[in-house]
């Protein structure tokens, strides 16, 4: 996941998208990313498995509003 962050962020320093002294938040973040998609991806096929689809993503809702009401405390 590290290497493909680093690969994309690369891409945007050479067409100009950001500058290369923010390659490394930019880096950082698109793992970030990734690695929610990932999860979320994960969870959602899994949930799709045993059927529960729909509880389980009334519950991520529910649990991201909570965690950005609370500034991230869990």
């Known amino acids: 996941m ?5 690969h994309l962020a ?8 950001i500058e ?3 390659r490394v938040y930019y880096s950082y973040s698109i793992q970030l990313l990734l690695e929610k998609i990932i999860g979320i ?7 799709s498995l045993f059927g ?14 909570i965690r950005m ?3 991230g405390y869990h």
């Open 2 to 6: 590290e290497q493909l962050s680093i």
């Open 10 to 17: 690369d891409r945007m320093v050479q067409n100009q998208i």
């Open 20 to 22: 290369d002294e923010d």
């Open 41 to 47: 991806s994960l969870i959602s096929f899994i949930s």
């Open 52 to 65: 529960v689809f729909p509880e389980v993503m009334v519950f991520l809702s529910v649990f991201a509003i």
């Open 69 to 71: 009401s609370s500034d």
